[in-house]
């Protein structure tokens, strides 16, 4: 293993006895961090749900909610977070809205092409059986777009664990924190197992997705 | 006055148009990263993607190496690029292409999977030899979906570039670090704007080299699904 | 029948998340019932801020409070205002770069300790926060160049500089070209004008990093850092005093500035020496120890100041 530059001592990449004396601090960090990223998914979900189908409704508003959200999705999270300081402090809320608007384009985008694919014909024989507009899409579209949205959840959830370690910057950060303190510290345990516990936690949670559409979905298996 | 205000006389002050600091010498710096760390990508991801495509195998690998891929938080590879390597271009170049293998492996490999086997059938049925199948048949109609994951890669690199600004680099993050460090939210805004720009061109002029390169009857075909690349937020 | 389930499973989920959410995201109540009030305690993006941070929270813990910590939370420019808005209670500062920082760089700083806080205090008093009696520990920005450097060029003081610095290349943290005792600072004292100045980082690694491979010549450091000498670094002499009291002293909010709050940190302040910083440094760098852990030991040797 390579040894860092400026070590006269050896620093090995994972120091257990730091890691078995600092448990707490590190499920600290975990639970810091699967906070922000659940929050940032449900609240993006929750809003892109109701944008999605007026999108789907009026071609006019899809065009302007896909540009002005995927001109927001270009914007570097550091970037947001930092200009928002002056607004919502080194808040949870300067984390989540940045956060909250990536996860509405990525969302927002499945929702409609989980929605555009419903074949006609089912629309039609929905009509023919006499669905009103609001429960046709309830329990008819929704349920055919859920694939689509599902896909989209895995991806959004992916990508936010990720970004959250960048709102260490304004002193959250959740795992991002110890990769902070290795990198200022130049210790490396807190950032390897910083960077293995985000990815454990990003396919934990992939597979936790894809086994919820599984079960929501049966007559589609998750890609 | 307020940012937007700030922000745009940041932008015309000519004294920010010069030297080590300036817009142009910030621009090149992001772009020859991005550029850089792309191209190795490409070079080492086209190739892997392609053959296991072709042949059908390792599909999941292809998969799986994709999903490990978007799970590696970008803050972290590039801090630790920085305690292995040092100060420099090369581990932020480094830590750049292993974000950016992912993508294109898996578009790749998809997009061989997803040639028609007719086609393959008829170009054997022709006389086509291996090579010559793969490279005169099956690329061709691979190309969207390998140039969209090619442009996914693209975008995504040129904004996690910013990020090496974090541990001492260069390129546009610059200014958004600095700004958040001297509270110069002009300057932050400044950064992120030309960031955004900058992504924004890319996707446009990768764009264009799709359609470019993808050959006349294909693309009269219209598949809408790799006209638009799928995108993958990692900063 | 499952096209129905299918919907109630997004909604459901959503309410499921808001119950995660809810359970998780709360603040847990304090453990003891006797917790005298939460103190939210912020230090600086460096290690030597993160043992301050540390002492003074360990400290007060000790006290029967609640500790919050937000460490390496980023530059004076970020702390300080994080601290007028109510988001942190308590940071470890340095006089006189305190001073200059709320006085928006009048040169009001000297080298006396009392004074300088004196006047830093009357600036604090409009945004109801107060710094406490400095301490005798002080850390402030030191130049350094390499033994070589300073061979090559016969280098003891920064006045030395001045002929040469337009040869060499400068690199520090990102506030340097705005922070008094930084560029402008050089500038205006001394007359440095040099080749280049590279944005790195606040006395951390990427700048002994570029000590390392030979990018500058000269670099921000700070004086109480202890692995200078293991890094062949040479800090120049401030022969004109352009850095003034950078004692440590505590900045608090009023609202959280009891008597008794003051009286625990006082007796930190008190007890602290530079010595002990170098000492502390040297355990955070050189042997790659926590800053909590450091200061848990520091304390405990000295029987958390009864």
């Known amino acids: ?223 | 006055m307020n940012l937007f205000q700030a922000t745009w006389q940041w932008l015309t002050d000519p004294a920010h148009w010069q030297g080590i600091d300036g817009i142009p010498t910030r621009l090149v710096e992001q772009i020859h990263l991005s550029i850089e760390s792309v191209a190795i990508g490409a070079v080492i991801a086209l190739p892997i993607g392609i053959v296991l495509g072709h042949y059908g195998r390792f599909g999941n690998l292809a998969i799986n190496i994709s999903n490990v891929g978007r799970a590696v938080p970008s803050f972290a590879i590039l801090v630790i690029a920085f305690q292995v390597f040092g100060l420099g271009d090369v581990p932020i170049i480094l830590a750049l292409t292993a974000l950016a293998v992912p993508p294109m492996v898996t578009n790749s490999y998809v997009a061989l999977r997803e040639v028609d086997p007719d086609v393959k059938d008829a170009a054997r049925g022709m006389g086509y030899r291996e090579l010559a199948q793969l490279l005169r048949v099956e690329l061709p109609l691979a190309v969207p979906l390998i140039m969209a994951g090619v442009r996914t890669s693209a975008v995504q690199v040129v904004a996690t570039a910013t990020l090496a600004a974090l541990i001492a680099g260069g390129g546009l993050g610059r200014y958004i670090v600095d700004g958040l460090a001297r509270s110069d939210n002009p300057r932050t805004l400044a950064g992120a704007l030309l960031v955004a720009a900058l992504a924004l061109a890319t996707e446009l002029l990768l764009a264009g080299l799709q359609r470019a390169l993808v050959p006349r009857g294909i693309r009269l075909l219209k598949t809408p699904a790799a006209n638009r690349a799928s995108t993958f937020k990692t900063a | 029948m499952t096209r129905f389930r299918g919907s109630v499973w997004l909604f459901g989920a959503l309410g499921a998340a808001a119950i995660v959410i809810a359970a998780c995201g709360g603040t847990p109540a304090p453990s003891t019932s006797t917790s005298k009030g939460t103190v939210t305690v912020a230090g600086f993006n460096f290690p030597e801020s993160s043992v301050l941070a540390q002492l003074y929270g360990q400290e007060l813990a000790h006290n029967g409070y609640t500790i919050n910590y937000k460490v390496n939370l980023g530059t004076r420019k970020v702390v300080a205002p994080a601290l007028q808005s109510g988001q942190i209670d308590l940071y470890p500062g340095y006089a006189a770069s305190e001073l200059e920082y709320f006085n928006n760089g009048a040169g009001e700083a000297t080298p006396d300790a009392a004074a300088t806080t004196a006047k830093l205090n009357t600036y604090l008093a409009k945004i109801n926060a107060i710094a406490l009696t400095p301490s005798a520990a002080f850390d402030g920005n030191a130049y350094a160049v390499t033994k070589a450097t300073a061979t090559k060029y016969n280098l003891k003081t920064l006045s030395d500089l001045t002929p040469i610095a337009s040869q060499l290349v400068f690199g520090a943290g990102p506030e340097c070209p705005t922070y008094k005792f930084c560029l402008p600072g050089l500038k205006s004292v001394y007359g440095l004008t040099f080749k280049q100045t590279l944005t790195l980082d606040t006395d951390g690694p990427a700048t002994r990093a570029a000590f390392k491979n030979g990018s500058i010549q000269v670099g921000l450091v700070f004086s109480s850092d202890s692995d200078l000498n293991s890094l062949g670094l040479v800090v120049l002499q401030d022969d004109k005093h352009m850095i003034a009291a950078d004692n440590v002293v505590p900045v608090v909010r009023q609202a959280v500035a009891t008597a008794e709050v003051k009286t625990v940190l006082d007796k930190v302040d008190a007890g602290l020496t530079t010595a002990d910083l170098v000492t502390m440094n040297g355990q955070v760098e050189l042997l790659h120890q926590d800053p909590d852990a450091v200061a848990k030991a520091y304390l405990q040797q000295h029987n958390y100041f009864p």
């Open chain 1, 1 to 223: 293993m390579p040894k860092g530059l400026f070590l006269d001592v050896v620093d090995p990449w994972i120091n257990w006895d730091w890691l078995s004396t600092h448990i707490p601090y590190v499920l600290a960090a975990v639970q810091e961090h699967v906070t922000l990223t659940i929050v940032a998914v449900a609240l993006g979900l929750a809003i892109s749900l109701p944008l999605g189908i007026l999108a789907h409704r009026w071609g006019r508003l899809r065009l302007l909610i896909l540009t002005v959200f995927g001109v927001f999705y270009t914007i570097p999270s550091i970037a947001l977070f930092a200009l928002l300081i002056p607004y919502t402090g080194l808040s949870g809320t300067t984390a989540e809205i940045p956060l909250i608007g990536y996860n509405v384009l990525v969302l927002v985008r499945n929702v409609l092409v989980g929605l555009d694919s419903v074949s006609p014909d089912v629309l039609d024989a929905a009509d023919g059986m006499g669905y009103r507009p609001f429960a046709r899409m309830i329990r008819i579209e929704l349920p055919l777009a859920l694939p689509a949205i599902f896909a989209g959840l895995r991806v959004a959830t992916v990508s936010t664990i990720g970004i959250v370690t960048i709102t260490a910057v304004i002193g959250l950060g959740g795992l991002g924190q110890l990769i902070l303190r290795g990198l200022i510290e130049s210790f490396h345990s807190p950032l390897v197992v910083a960077t293995v516990l985000c990815i454990l936690l990003a396919f934990f949670a992939d597979l936790l997705i894809a086994g919820a559409q599984r079960f929501a979905v049966p007559w589609a298996r998750p890609s």
